[in-house]
């Protein structure tokens, strides 16, 4: 190989998957020639922004159980090569520590995500790994020797191809949808995608009444009047959405539910006191109505709840308060308060936004790529990342499989073109 737009591998798309993998194969492919294709002027850029910055690596409550359904037997697989040991370790062999909190999520020790991307591109620097930045593939063409990445100035060609070029959430970073498009190019399966870990947009007048408000919660997607999920939580309100991590945990069932047309069959139940069961917060309401009889109504909930979901539960529950104390209160609304309070219905309005999202959820069908992330339809072609119908919880799961899919893709090809140069050189 002579020309300068020749190599033995390309990777298109610099972010956390495309850098492990261009990283795992310099360690591996003695001396052989790489390149990273990336669009943006510095790669790294949704990583960076990862965590609120911190970068949220891996979590060592690991399961394929935090993934989607389609995902799982490749998880498992993955999960057998690459658990978060293997991974903390492998980034320790690059120079980076790793610390881990109370709820098992994996942070660089210094709580910034630059140490994640620094450390990745160093080991870049010092392997034969060439980063073109400002370099934008705009198609992929199939050859007989391998492939042929077409970009608006010049075309780059390679025996191997990885694409690693990610989903269409936060566009600003730089996810442009191009794995779709290159899919297409290439005839792989794709599966519908969609926005995931993400607020979710509701129908609902009197929420500006308690917009910027937070409380604990349990949270239960509901479909066809049957619980699915219940997560635990910070619950956000905003004026036209509802957030939080808790929420985010469940906007893939909605957002997958808009996708088939099944909204209708899907709602959010918010229970705001999830540590008293309803019984003893009855009992305690009615005791603080009989001994606070002449404090106005709208009191009910003061002492527990932010004094404003207190007026937004009147609300729900059709319950006048203006006007009124809470010895005025009869029973049966005293009732109704706190069902309101230990079960709040949100209804969906409409998909959550590309741009508040976290992850793509749907994308390339994992049916079509091996152990390997190669695909089974195209040699020397792998597949990693959010390119992938891959999408995990919040709390470092997307991560470690951009990472774990990117060095497994970057070793095994790698390997095998060192096996292959090798077994030339012999003959």
Known sequence: MSSKTDFDII?????????????????????????????????????????????????????????????????????????????????????????????????????????????????????????????????????????????????FRAKKLIISTGGTVQKNLGSDGSSYRFADELKLSCESIYPSLAPVIVKDKELSLIKGVRSAAAVTAYVNGAPVKTEYGELQFNEKNISGICIFQLSRIVNEAFIKGTQKNVCITADLTPDIPFDELRQFVQKKCAALSDMPAEMIFTGILNEKLGVYIYKKANVQFKGRTLGELSSSELDALCKKAKCCKFTPDKPSEYNAAQVTAGGISVSGIDRNMQSKQHSGLYIIGEALDVDGDCGGYNLHFAFASGIIAGTHAAKNEVKKHDKNKRA
Request: positive net charge; glycine residues 8%; aromatic residues 6%.
């Open 11 to 155: 990777i298109i798309g610099g972010g956390a998957s495309g850098l492990a993998a261009a990283a795992a194969f310099g360690r591996h492919s003695n001396g052989l020639r790489a390149a990273v294709i990336e669009k943006e002027e510095k790669p790294g850029r949704k990583l960076l922004a990862t965590g609120n910055g911190r970068c949220n690596l891996t979590n060592t409550d690991m399961s394929e159980l935090h993934y989607n359904e389609a995902s799982r037997p490749l998880i498992k697989s993955v999960l057998q090569r690459i658990d978060p040991n293997r991974l903390i370790s492998m980034f320790a062999s690059l120079g980076l520590y790793c610390r881990t909190d109370s709820e098992g999520r994996v942070y660089p020790y210094s709580n910034r995500a630059l140490a994640v991307l620094d450390t990745l591109t160093m080991w870049l620097k010092k392997t034969n790994v060439t980063v073109l930045t400002g370099t934008s593939a705009r198609s992929i063409v199939k050859t007989e020797s391998g492939y042929k990445v077409v970009c608006e100035n010049e075309t």
